[in-house]
């Protein structure tokens, strides 16, 4: 196996413990350690923290060990306004681009985040759920945009793991298959909604002091119930 490829597994396998919470926010992540786990010398871990650092999972300073991110409350913010806009042109380009194959890819993904909770799975589950938001944008064929809402998804797993709160996974997959059934039925304007809604209970759940001071608007909560 090439140094290259052995570099990509401690990378592939940081970045998901990170992600799952299996590794918290502020843990040192020692170099002789994970070389140690597997296999590798330390200048290929070095290579692996160099890319998750890049995503801003993970913080490396000179002459420190690295560990694992840890963001503030401001940060969290600043993160979260930022996928808020990503996600909207997501859903723009979505909704132009719409297919068979998109919604096959979407519901298949939505059903594999309800059997890990079902099977208990929860930080699978979690992880599942961020990913389906990184499959929405990758169906857009915009890798630029892709790679941009990965890594605002990645970043709200740590805001979770230090600010928020846990939640039951079938609440995720709902909001899921609620957008996807608005993008299939060719509307817009209801997915737009619909995902707004669902990062407004996102953020809820990462930051639940925040969530409380950004209360829905009277026309966004009736828009729910449809005209009279």
């Given at each position: 196996?090439s140094a290259?490829?052995?570099?990509?597994?401690?990378?592939?396998?940081l970045?998901?413990a990170?992600?799952?919470?299996?590794?918290k926010?502020g843990?040192?992540l020692?170099e002789?350690e994970?070389?140690?786990?597997f296999?590798?010398?330390r200048t290929?871990v070095r290579?692996?923290?160099?890319?998750?650092?890049?995503?801003?999972l993970v913080?490396?300073?000179p002459?420190?060990?690295?560990?694992?991110?840890a963001?503030t409350?401001d940060?969290a913010?600043?993160?979260?306004?930022?996928?808020?806009c990503l996600?909207?042109e997501?859903?723009?380009i979505?909704?132009?681009?719409?297919?068979?194959?998109a919604k096959?890819?979407?519901l298949?993904?939505i059903?594999?985040?309800d059997?890990a909770g079902?099977?208990g799975?929860h930080?699978?589950a979690?992880?599942?759920?961020?990913e389906f938001?990184?499959v929405?944008a990758r169906?857009?064929?915009?890798?630029?945009?892709?790679r941009y809402v990965?890594?605002v998804?990645?970043?709200s797993s740590?805001?979770?793991a230090?600010?928020?709160?846990a939640h039951r996974?079938d609440c995720?997959?709902?909001?899921?298959?609620?957008?996807v059934?608005a993008?299939d039925?060719?509307?817009?304007?209801?997915a737009?909604?619909?995902m707004?809604?669902?990062?407004?209970?996102v953020?809820?759940r990462?930051?639940?002091?925040?969530a409380?001071?950004?209360?829905?608007?009277?026309?966004a909560?009736l828009?729910?119930?449809?005209?009279?």
């Amino acid at each position: 196996m090439s140094a290259s490829s052995r570099a990509d597994i401690a990378y592939q396998s940081l970045r998901r413990a990170i992600i799952e919470q299996a590794v918290k926010p502020g843990a040192k992540l020692r170099e002789d350690e994970i070389g140690g786990h597997f296999g590798v010398s330390r200048t290929i871990v070095r290579a692996a923290l160099a890319r998750l650092h890049a995503e801003g999972l993970v913080d490396v300073r000179p002459k420190r060990t690295a560990t694992v991110a840890a963001p503030t409350a401001d940060e969290a913010r600043a993160i979260f306004d930022v996928r808020r806009c990503l996600e909207r042109e997501v859903v723009a380009i979505l909704a132009r681009r719409w297919s068979a194959a998109a919604k096959t890819a979407l519901l298949a993904h939505i059903d594999e985040e309800d059997a890990a909770g079902r099977r208990g799975d929860h930080a699978g589950a979690g992880r599942l759920a961020g990913e389906f938001h990184i499959v929405l944008a990758r169906l857009t064929g915009n890798a630029l945009l892709e790679r941009y809402v990965s890594e605002v998804v990645s970043r709200s797993s740590l805001i979770l793991a230090v600010h928020g709160r846990a939640h039951r996974a079938d609440c995720s997959t709902a909001e899921h298959r609620g957008v996807v059934a608005a993008l299939d039925a060719g509307d817009e304007e209801r997915a737009m909604r619909l995902m707004g809604e669902h990062l407004h209970a996102v953020i809820g759940r990462a930051l639940p002091d925040q969530a409380s001071q950004e209360e829905p608007s009277l026309a966004a909560v009736l828009a729910r119930y449809g005209a009279p």
